[in-house]
């Protein structure tokens, strides 16, 4: 059922420190493509919050600004209105406190998987030794090990994300992004990363905002779902306390009645939202 008070988390604990994030009142507006000198505002009233060990979700239809919203978050996109804070504090520029994993792939072609999961921590000046001690450690965490050597057109999708994965967790980021990190993957692929982040998650706890078209990987791996409704000016229109007990298998929770009834609660409210978000998108290729 969705969440009645702010405070509220998976159980119905109640969060006595500072959210890691949060969007007040945000709006994004851009000058149309289509129109030039015509503007749209993707996103408009966005109030939204991420505890500092919560695993949040944000679904919605294509098109509706779930993306523009972890830019903002990111602090790559500044609101056109609103502000957002990390822990208590305006963010003004970029977030150093978050690490962000890309949809698309964010491996650098000439280095192999451990140089490019070094890589971050040589930029922060870490002594090559240490920085490379510590992305084999990740590379073994995330099931790469002894394959740091493949460069990435030597490696599966698979291993490509697993690779992308460790390259964001080795800075050890208070705040994790992630926009649809594994939509290319087939679906047994797919699960395997869902847990594998499930279990990394549990271990360390950080704030995580999850941006994903998919309900059922919404659901199976967060503390809080987040429905946005369809654009222009997409907002929040629903909020929904996940109270399925952890830890999780995403295959197997989603055959429990409990999963089947937030389920069917999320998508009452999203359907009318994607059937609209995909009329604007056939109008558009008209």
Request: a neutral charge; glycine letters at 8%.
């Amino acid at each position: 059922m969705p969440a009645s008070a702010a405070d509220m988390h998976s159980g119905g604990t109640v969060r006595a420190q500072t959210p890691a994030l949060t969007l007040s009142g945000v709006a994004c507006t851009f000058v149309s493509k289509e129109a030039p000198g015509q503007r749209y505002t993707a996103v408009e009233n966005v109030d939204l919050h991420v505890g500092a060990s919560e695993f949040v979700s944000v679904v919605g239809p294509t098109g509706c600004g779930k993306s523009t919203l972890l830019n903002v978050a990111a602090g790559l996109l500044t609101p056109s209105a609103g502000s957002v804070a990390v822990f208590g504090e305006p963010l003004t520029a970029l977030n150093r406190r978050a690490g962000y994993m890309f949809q698309a792939e964010s491996l650098m072609p000439w280095r192999t998987a451990l140089a490019n999961v070094t890589a971050g921590l040589e930029f922060r000046g870490t002594p090559l030794k240490e920085a490379t001690a510590q992305a084999q450690d990740w590379l073994a965490r995330v099931g790469l090990a002894g394959f740091g050597d493949r460069y990435p057109h030597q490696m599966s999708g698979g291993m490509r994300k697993r690779a992308s994965l460790a390259q964001t967790l080795v800075l050890d980021p208070d705040i994790i992004l992630m926009d649809e990190p594994f939509s290319a993957l087939d679906i047994q692929t797919r699960q395997l990363m869902e847990n594998e982040v499930l279990q990394l998650w549990q271990a360390k706890r950080k704030a995580v905002l999850f941006i994903t078209h998919d309900l059922d990987e919404a659901i199976a791996m967060s503390d809080r779902v987040v429905v946005m409704s369809a654009g222009p000016a997409s907002h929040p229109m629903g909020e929904f306390v996940i109270d399925i007990p952890r830890p999780r298998d995403v295959a197997e929770i989603k055959s429990t009645p409990r999963f089947r009834e937030l389920h069917a609660g999320i998508w009452d409210v999203l359907r009318a939202e994607v059937l609209k978000g995909y009329q604007q998108q056939l109008q558009k290729a008209a």
